[in-house]
């Protein structure tokens, strides 16, 4: 897309995949992504389901493990528009949101889009930006769409948002308020790899980027049928209280003064409806919302000061109340309930 050239309108969603060709399409994605990212299929695997799930993805932990290059491997993956920022200190809101120029030809102001104008928007070390640059980013991840200067512009489907931090222990960092986590569908860490993807990672990476060779293997027509399929998973009731009551859990937590929002509680049924297409099949179970809680959820909640000072993280708080809340009777109700549809 070229400045300027932003025609706004969302496209329709295209019908809803067989299971047979979302499948393919679901593990050609994942195996060329894992061309470049070695050994971490489940966090792989996370981040596409948050995309089908028409949600936004944060990638927190310390530097050179991998994050940018999950991040640009899901983008290179799709060939669909993709856009990088570069979040630095100087970054101004209108860098990201986009700006209205005069134009001395037509003598009429004619608005340049930022780069939030894409597919996929990659945003490198989100917090070392300003909180004000950061707030740039809260109409669109949450409404899809832009205003400037009073004008809105919306943006196309899919649209995701994929951003990379470092641990806000290190220097230079600035946190990201509550407003703007909590539009972050999930948020992952990608951990060191093991000893064998270690040694793989050196012998490929070594003598090249695989990033450079990376070709694109779905696109955004395809995306939009898959994220079809996924709307189409069925949540029964039973799943759907489950999941209700997780999130009431963190806000009648005595280690929390922050519990998860209304909106925490629909992010974790929409990426548990992709996780469980992505498994084959069409129903959710309470293991998936279990499985997801603390991606979900722990980057949401704020603990008090004496679980601050006990050393408690977020994870294992939201991990206690997981296996401390009782499951629906029927673990499998959410395939009863299907199969009587």
Sequence with gaps: MTPGSWDGGREELNPALPA????SAA?????NIEQVIEGKTATVRLALAVLLAEGHLLIEDVPGVGKTKLAKALARSIDCSVRRIQFTPDLLPSDVTGVNVYNQENHDFEFKPGAVFANLVVGDEINRASPKTQSALLECMEERQVTVDGVTYPLQTPFMVIATQNPIEM???????E????????????????ANAELAMLDVHSAQDPLENLVAVSDAARVREMIATVRAVHVSDAVKN?????????????DLRLGASPRATLQLLRTAKAIAALDGRDYVLPDDLQALAVPVLAHRIIPTADAQLSRRTTDAIVSDL??????????RQGTQAFERR
């Design 242 to 254: 489950y999941a209700i009551s997780l999130v009431t859990a963190t806000r009648e937590s005595g």
């Design 171 to 177: 220097e230079g960092t600035y946190p990201l308020p």
């Design 322 to 331: 997981v296996h401390r809340l009782p499951v629906p009777s029927e673990r």
């Design 179 to 194: 407003a703007q986590r909590d539009r972050f569908t999930a948020r992952i860490a990608m951990g060191y790899p093991d």
């Design 27 to 31: 593990e050609a994605i994942v195996a």
């Design 20 to 23: 047979e060709e979302f499948q």
